[in-house]
């Protein structure tokens, strides 16, 4: 089975999101970016399935800004191969664009299995998974997990509202968007990613330029207006406390 | 301009309450656009479903009752081929997940994803606002005629009243489906059933450690409470999927949701934002959960959880 997983890096929700002057996008230079947290569970089950079954398993990612350490950081954790598609794109590409040189590049690439975190933070205009498999012609299915491989096809299960699930079985070539690998993602020390980034090599693949897609434009980003913003207590934890016990005696809510 | 197809999804015999707030957005939206609405459900089960739906015309794909992902994208896509489509409205759910985006690329029409406002605008086309980067920033979106628009449950209410019978047509639809469904899974009901609990002390990420969960189950006795968590805190094995608030887990409606580390993305909400008063703390003062709760503070939930639970005379 040879499986690719998409990684992709997206702003890091812990910082400050800064707008750019078109308030339209964001300030996609300012910010600092973490790799998408699906990926790795991606990642995770990719790496599970070939301890388990010897699936060989590249890491894909398209090369809109700082990808090498998040392919590095694949390899290090026992990927077999790390692709960089390279082109004349950068940050701002949207989703869909970006799903189109994805798409052209696995359409002819030999994978039986690809494997994309659920969603990341920043889709907008649908997720990668479903977009790959409508634009490749592929059986596809989202929120993912426990896949496993089963005489040539495979088997997975899908996660609806509620906690309840079904289990399916699909011949290859397929997408799958992974919600959560089988384990919590492996961990490896910088120190690996470093020595991996010394001795194995990316291999970069002239992907094309930016395609043209139709798309539903961004009128105005923001943040939300703070309709319902929660009344705040200041202080610290010893007030903050002395405020909830007021507020559970109020409500009667004290046991 | 062509129908609005709504994509309805059935829960336990039922319409799911997404699909019905739905339909009622694409009966006011077709009205503003002089069109009509059109609802297209998969299996048996939801004939009923769809002949009270409220459209002026259904589509019933034959086939499976559970929802099998290329047989009812092969459904849609066929339904948009013959209808000459003006929008389609799927609930963001996994079912809007997969059709959505699967069915927009191989259709080439544009996609607008995580929606929780939808309108009509002059000349065919419709706006949209988008929950995005984990519900920290709203996006305006300019809707083209012919998109396709997943919109988060809950986003609007449903009319409560529907009258009229809606035709309901099979469809049959050609072509082997490489994906077969080889068993649905109930609900894993664990040991507490977090539904029922008045209070819920529920804990994310910003628990930081398993080693830190004791600090929550204390508070939890001193209250009289029930603690639930947050995605990621059963993604790491911390507690059981049973306790999981949200879109994949249990929607809950408690008396008082105590929210300590969760930032409050919108599939976290999605289970908790009914709750009668929620409080949250949270250290990012521009955290999402702040837009949903009635009280809050940025304080660290790792020093506020043991005072708290001295306070009302629990464990020390
Ligand atoms: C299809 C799908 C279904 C999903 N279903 C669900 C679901 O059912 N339920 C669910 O919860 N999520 C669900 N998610 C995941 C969801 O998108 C978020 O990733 C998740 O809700 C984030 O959990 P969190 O708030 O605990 O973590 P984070 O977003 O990481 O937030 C942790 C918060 O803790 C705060 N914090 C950290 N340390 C402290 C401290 N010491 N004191 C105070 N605050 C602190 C931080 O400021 C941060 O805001 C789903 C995702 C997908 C794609
Ligand atoms: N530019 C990209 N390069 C590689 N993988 C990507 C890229 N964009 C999306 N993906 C994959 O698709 C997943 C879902 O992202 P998306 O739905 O585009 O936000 C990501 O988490 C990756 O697994």
Redesign the interface.
């Known amino acids: 089975m040879r499986i690719a997983v998409l990684v992709k890096d997206v702003p890091d929700l812990v910082e400050e999101l800064e707008l750019d002057e078109s308030g339209r996008g964001l300030a996609v230079d300012d910010l600092s970016y973490v790799p998408s947290e699906w990926d790795d569970q991606a990642l995770e089950e990719a790496l599970l399935l070939k301890e388990a079954s010897g699936a060989h398993v590249s890491a894909v990612a398209l090369d809109t800004g700082d990808v090498d350490n998040m392919l590095y950081t694949a390899l290090a954790k026992g990927a077999d191969r790390a692709v960089k598609l390279v082109g004349d794109y950068d940050r701002t590409l949207p989703g869909r664009q970006r799903a189109r040189i994805l798409a052209d590049y696995l359409a002819g690439a030999g994978y039986d299995l690809v494997m994309t975190g659920v969603q990341a933070v920043d889709d907008l205009d649908g997720q990668i998974a479903g977009l790959l498999g409508g634009m490749l012609g592929w059986p596809h299915a989202s929120v993912v997990r426990d896949v496993a491989v089963d005489s040539g096809a495979v088997r997975f299960v899908q996660e609806y509202a509620g906690g309840r699930m079904a289990e399916f079985r699909s011949s290859t070539p397929l997408v799958l968007g992974v919600q959560a690998a089988k384990k919590p993602p492996r961990y490896v020390p910088i120190a690996r990613i470093r020595q991996v980034s010394r001795s194995a090599a990316l291999e970069e693949v002239e992907a094309g330029g930016s395609p043209s897609e139709s798309l539903a434009a961004i009128e105005r980003l923001y943040r939300p207006e703070a309709q319902g913003h929660a009344t705040m207590w200041d202080g610290d934890a010893e007030q903050v406390a002395a405020a909830l016990v007021a507020l559970l005696d109020e409500q009667h809510l004290r046991s | 301009m062509g129908p609005i197809i709504v994509v309805v999804e059935m829960?336990s015999d039922a319409m799911?309450p997404a699909s019905a707030e739905l339909l009622s957005r694409a009966r006011q939206l077709a009205r503003a656009q002089s069109t009509r609405v059109v609802a297209l459900g998969f299996g048996e089960a939801a004939r009923g479903a769809l002949g009270s739906s409220g459209a002026d015309d259904a589509f019933l794909a034959a086939g499976a009752d559970?929802?099998?992902?290329?047989q009812a994208?092969a459904a849609l896509r066929q339904v948009l081929q013959e209808t000459a489509a003006g929008l389609v409205l799927l609930p963001n759910?996994?079912?809007g997940?997969?059709?959505?985006?699967?069915?927009?690329?191989?259709?080439?029409?544009?996609?607008?994803?995580?929606a929780t406002s939808l309108a009509a605008v002059e000349g065919g086309a419709f706006?949209?606002t988008?929950?995005?980067?984990?519900?920290?920033?709203?996006?305006?979106?300019?809707?083209?005629e012919g998109?396709?628009v997943?919109v988060l449950p809950g986003s609007w209410p449903a009319d409560e009243a529907v009258s009229g019978t809606t035709p309901v047509r099979d469809l049959v639809v050609a072509g082997e489906?490489?994906?077969?469904?080889?068993?649905?899974?109930?609900?894993?009901t664990g040991d507490v059933d977090i539904t029922r609990a008045?209070?819920l002390v529920s804990v994310g990420r910003g628990i930081q450690d398993p080693d830190n969960l004791e600090l929550a189950d204390e508070l939890a006795e001193a209250?009289?409470?029930v603690v639930s968590c947050s995605r990621p805190v059963v993604?790491?094995?911390w507690l059981p999927?049973?306790r999981?608030v949200g879109?994949?887990?249990?929607?809950v409606k408690p008396?008082?949701y105590?929210a300590l580390g969760i930032?409050g993305a919108p599939e976290h909400l999605q289970g908790m934002k009914d709750s009668e008063?929620?409080?949250?703390?949270n250290s990012?003062?521009?955290a999402?959960i702040?837009?949903?709760?009635?009280?809050?503070?940025?304080?660290?939930i790792l020093?506020?959880m043991p005072?708290?639970t001295e306070?009302?005379g629990g464990a020390d």
Not at chain 2, 66 to 70: E, L, Q, R, S
Not at chain 2, 177 to 188: G, H, K, Q
Not at chain 2, 290 to 300: K, L, R, S
Request: charged fraction near 20%; glycine fraction near 8%.
């Open positions: 829960q799911s559970a929802y099998v992902p290329t994208e759910t996994t079912m997940m997969d059709l959505g985006a699967a069915t927009a690329a191989a259709e080439g029409r544009p996609m607008v994803a995580y706006k949209a988008s929950q995005v980067y984990g519900g920290k920033l709203v996006a305006e979106v300019a809707v083209p998109s396709v997943t489906s490489p994906m077969e469904l080889v068993r649905t899974i109930e609900p894993d008045d209070v209250l009289g409470a993604d790491a094995g999927r049973a999981q879109k994949s887990g249990q929607t008396k008082l105590l930032s008063i929620i409080v949250a703390i990012d003062p521009t999402p702040f837009e949903v709760a009635h009280y809050g503070a940025t304080c660290d020093e506020l005072i708290l306070r009302l």
